[in-house]
């Protein structure tokens, strides 16, 4: 899973779960909200817990376990007769809040950091300080658990998510910032909040480099005569709910294609090494043919120096018995009748090919060049269009989650808008066209083929059709010839005659023994190429190997063994969670649910009306 992916359905999720979630409804639901006075480094020295019995039966009587101190009734006059941590409520078909004094440690520990101008400082030094100050929440879970992973013990963590908040005066702060969280200014104050999930990147078994999951918050700011309100700390255990993993649904598919990639490029080795095999034939086929075209390029020279030494020896000039018109009925005569053989087809085919294999590499090159940049231009309109659905469908969901009672105008507005700013980062489109470019290079082989077969049958047809031209020509040059030499036989006046078809004879010789050279030439050059081709792919084979080898193989082993296990990970976290369903004590049958709120004390000299009024926060009714 990549990290983009894995983030946003991390944020999805928590989104979704610090708005609210529902439970069923069971005989009795409990639920409790736990209040805790921290002190300015976070030691707890006060918590109460305040429960609410939903009586959804309407009983006249509840039955309640609790292991509170000092327990009262927090609204109503319903009365309870107690027996050790048993309770007897007279509910009176009312539901039942109260409220209870405990010493139990909470599940989530906060220590508190003060640093001015990067220096660790005291919360009592602090005080009326100026300077850079840091003010850093760090965050520990404390409800470690063993869960079994794939039949191996394993150390996980109840999931918590930890959202923190204060407001910090504008009048003598500036520059405020927070990590892991936001600031929101509205001119003369500044609220800022933050998250920590602390425990998960250690359930998760991920590594920071991949994906750094936060358990601290810091906030920062320019300080005059420094002082600091209370933070307030929500903490749900609710961070996953079984809607939220019906996206791992898709890992099948994913695991499918992966295992299809493991065989395609299995199968890429395999056709390497068939062209290695090939190209060490051409090598030999090329060597044969530069020793033939060798020979055929001596003997055309010795002719023609025969012919050059027979014009020489005729000296009479005499008038030819046949005429011009004669000859050129001759000539068109034999041009009509040379016609290639299917042979000669063949033959010339086949040096059209290698014509075309010493340019395959440009050729092979700009075929892909193409089909990269059709596919890179495909993948990120695509991406785009994913993004753009992924983020109307969440931000839909989001609202529902908020307000169930939210109209069908109001969702599509909120969809179509954020699809709207939904867009892709230069890295984003920098990762997208990497894996266009490496889906383009799985298919490079085909490819390239496609381009070589196209090139090949251009050229074979074009050298045909030169070829047929000059049997023509030559067809009719050599009937002229031969029928002046048999005039000359009979008629010894024509031998002028034959010395200039001689000439035009000797010139067809050169033209043949200059393009027996060019071949020769060729032949040499293709006999190189072949070589080098031959050691081009033998290296391609080790490129490949190595690629499959210490690529594929590993990409395909990690994606079948390191995401499964984060999958598995993901569904007992999603049980720990509901496991954990209250903080003291829950009757059996009865469903609960538990959120626990963290007041840390500001630093400041408190006025009375002040104290009062966090007093009332934590035992209000």
């Known amino acids: 899973m990549s990290k983009n992916i894995f983030l946003k359905t991390v944020s999805g999720i928590l989104l979704c779960s610090i708005i609210g979630y529902t439970v069923p409804v069971f005989a009795y639901t409990k639920e409790e909200t736990v209040y805790s006075k921290l002190d300015t480094y976070g030691n707890n020295y006060k918590t109460i817990v305040s429960t609410h019995i939903k009586n959804t039966d309407n009983e006249e ?37 109260y409220q209870g004094e405990t010493q139990k440690n909470l599940p989530i ?24 100050v840091k003010v850093t929440l760090q965050y520990k879970n404390r409800e470690e658990r063993i869960i079994n992973i794939n039949g191996k013990n394993t150390k996980m963590y109840v999931p918590f998510v930890v959202v ?42 991920i590594s920071k480099d991949d994906v750094n999951i936060p358990s601290n918050i810091e906030i920062t700011m320019d300080a005059i005569d420094f002082e600091f309100n209370s933070i307030v700390s929500y903490i749900t255990p609710k961070i996953l709910e079984e809607k939220d993993l019906a996206i791992f649904d898709k890992l099948d598919e994913i695991y499918n294609k992966v295992n299809m990639l493991q065989t395609s490029s299995t199968q890429i080795l395999d056709g390497a090494n068939t062209l290695r095999d090939g190209t060490q034939k051409l090598t030999s086929g090329a060597t044969q043919l530069k020793e033939g075209t060798n020979s055929a390029y001596n003997g055309a020279s010795q002719i023609t120096s025969k012919v050059d030494k027979s014009i020489k020896n005729l000296s009479i000039e005499k008038n030819n018995t046949l005429d011009e018109k004669t000859l050129n009925e001759i000539g068109t005569q034999a041009a009509e009748t040379a016609k290639l053989t299917k042979e000669q087809k063949e033959l010339i085919i086949k040096e059209a090919d290698k014509g075309i294999e010493l340019q395959a590499k440009i050729i092979k090159e700009q075929y892909v060049a193409n089909a990269k940049q059709i596919a890179e231009t495909t993948a990120i309109n695509t991406a785009l269009t ?47 066209i990497e894996q266009a470019d490496k889906g383009i290079e799985v298919q490079k082989a085909t490819i390239e083929a496609q381009g070589i077969a196209s090139a090949k049958k251009i050229a074979e047809q074009t050298a045909i059709n030169a070829a047929q031209k000059g049997a023509t020509t030559a067809a009719k040059v050599t009937a002229t010839t031969v029928a002046e030499k048999v005039a000359k036989q009979v008629e010894i006046t024509a031998s002028k ?32 190429g072949a070589i080098e081709l031959g050691e081009g792919t033998a290296k391609l084979t080790q ?61 400041k000299k408190k006025q009375e009306s002040e104290q009062n009024k966090e007093e009332a926060i934590i035992n209000k009714d």
Not at 61 to 87: A, R, V, W
Not at 109 to 132: H, M, Q, R, T
Not at 176 to 200: F, M, R, S, Y
Not at 502 to 524: D, P, V, Y
Request: charged fraction near 25%; proline fraction near 1%; charge should be negative.
């Open 61 to 97: 009587l509840i039955n309640d376990l609790s292991d509170l101190m000092n327990i009262k009734n927090t609204s109503g006059d319903e009365t309870y007769t107690q027996n050790g941590k048993n309770f007897i409520w007279n509910s009176n078909k009312n539901d039942i809040y």
């Open 109 to 132: 520990e906060c220590n508190v950091k003060y640093e001015l101008d990067g220096k660790e400082i005291s919360a009592e030094e602090i005080i009326g300080k100026s300077g850079k």
């Open 164 to 205: 923190a908040g204060t407001i910090i005066n504008n009048e003598n702060n500036k520059n405020i910032e927070v990590i892991n969280g936001k600031v929101i200014d509205d001119g003369t104050k500044t609220i800022v909040t933050g998250i920590a999930i602390p425990g998960l990147q250690e359930s998760l078994n």
């Open 386 to 432: 994913v993004a753009q659905t992924t983020a109307k469908q969440t931000a839909i969901d989001t609202a529902k989650t908020v307000n169930p009672n939210i109209d069908e105008s109001t969702l599509e507005k909120i969809g179509k808008n954020a699809m709207n700013k939904a867009t892709l980062t230069e890295t984003q489109k920098k990762q997208i």
């Open 497 to 528: 005659q034959v010395v200039s078809q001689m000439k035009i004879l000797s010139e067809g010789l050169n033209q043949l023994t200059s393009g027996l050279s060019t071949l020769n030439n060729g032949a040499k050059t293709l006999e190189n």
């Open 543 to 603: 490129g490949i190997q190595k690629f499959n080898d210490d690529g594929i193989q590993k990409v395909c082993n990690y994606i079948n063994s390191n995401t499964k296990n984060l999958t598995t990970r993901i569904e007992k976290l999603t049980e720990l969670s509901k496991e954990y369903n209250n903080f003291t004590i829950l009757d059996e049958g009865n469903e609960g649910n538990v959120k626990f709120i963290m007041i840390i004390d500001s630093i």
